[in-house]
């Protein structure tokens, strides 16, 4: 079995912890081992029954993806000998794929699966587990290498002939000319402290959210809305809806009306990607849950045209398995603009970091009551909320982030128009 890639940008996951013992019988579909990547921790399967034969990583072993973590045997199979990486067969998964399902090998099959067929596809190449380790011992930006292996693999020779000319330095000198984050003090061993290693989805987050908070040019727009009427509206739908089950949350209604202003200003439900900016018609709403180590956002699919019952229904699914881990990679991927609710924690206004490449992100904040007046100028209670826009200036201006803003205050303010 390899380590499978469970996302475009993963090129590594943890073994956790293993379910199965060395020489344990195991059916296929059974957990064998837990793995934890920057998004999730997840269950890893057997394709196959056999004997788990050999165990080639250790719990707490990061893992690049695609090496071997064990061997199930079959009947009267025996162990293959390890070594001589350069000649073992990549999978695709190896190959910066598309990502989707996580795959669950053996190291026996991994002779049968066709040989890719180009050398390189959107920044990615190919280059075994142990080609990439002494990249990464020499500083080596593999992406500068031309393979002169099969089909244009990067092999050993390749990483060593490029170390020859220099090519370590210079990678070096490249990390010095650019800016270095200033490094964390050293802990203080205090009485009363506790020294705790981040998760390596902990790790990962910090990384995303620091290099997006530095390359992406943010600006924010906030509003304030009036959501008395959406507030009485949710009580009298729940209470209809009882007896199906149904409660709606305040988010829905927020989900809503993002998804459906998004349709007048698509610029926002877009990508910045290499080629260009990539504007996508339906929006696949991604919603911030948190979790014990990190942060996930699984992605509710074309929620412009989905009712809030449905909304709510997925949302309270997705969220249900994130916090267990369950969720799929496609469940948490692709998603085209990102809403961040902090409003049950009491929190009264905040600015959200963009999820990249998205174009931009909604802060959603709590209902306070607060003092306004009425048309006739008389002072009357108010249920206010708060929302910040979080935009790529590269994207969109300011004009048409505030206008967006505005459209999602109509809509939160006359609700009947999110439930029609």
Known sequence: MIMPKMGDAMEEGTLLRWLKSQGDEVEAGEPI??????????????????TLAELYAEEGQDVPVGEAIAFIAGEGEEVPERGGGEEREETPAEEGGSGGEPETATATREEERPAPSTQRTDGHFRASPIVRRLA???????????GTG??????????RAALERGGAEAAEEREEAAPRPAPAPEPTGEPGTELVQPSRMQRIIGERMQQAK???????????ADVGELAQLRRDL???LADEGIKLSVNDFVMKACALALRKFPTLNALWTSDGIEVHERVDLAMAVALESGLITPVIRDAANKTLSAISAEAKDLASRARDGKLKPEEYQGGTFTVSNMGMF????FSAIINPPQAAIVAVSSIIRRPGFDE???VVPVDSMKLTLSADHRIVNGAEGAQYMAEVKRLLENPMLLVV
Not at 33 to 50: H, N, P, R
Not at 136 to 146: A, Q, V
Request: hydrophobic share 30%; aromatic share 4%.
């Open 150 to 159: 099969p089909q244009g693999r990067i092999v050993e020779r390749d990483v």
């Open 33 to 50: 081992a837990e793995i934890e990547t920057d998004k999730v921790t997840m269950e890893l399967e057997a394709e196959d029954s056999g």
């Open 346 to 349: 009491g929190v009264e206004s």
């Open 136 to 146: 990464r011992e020499n500083n080596l930006d593999l992406s500068k290498i031309k």
């Open 376 to 378: 006739e100028g008389n």
């Open 214 to 224: 530095r390359e992406i040019p943010h600006f924010y727009a906030t509003i304030e």
């Open 238 to 240: 729940n209470e209809r």
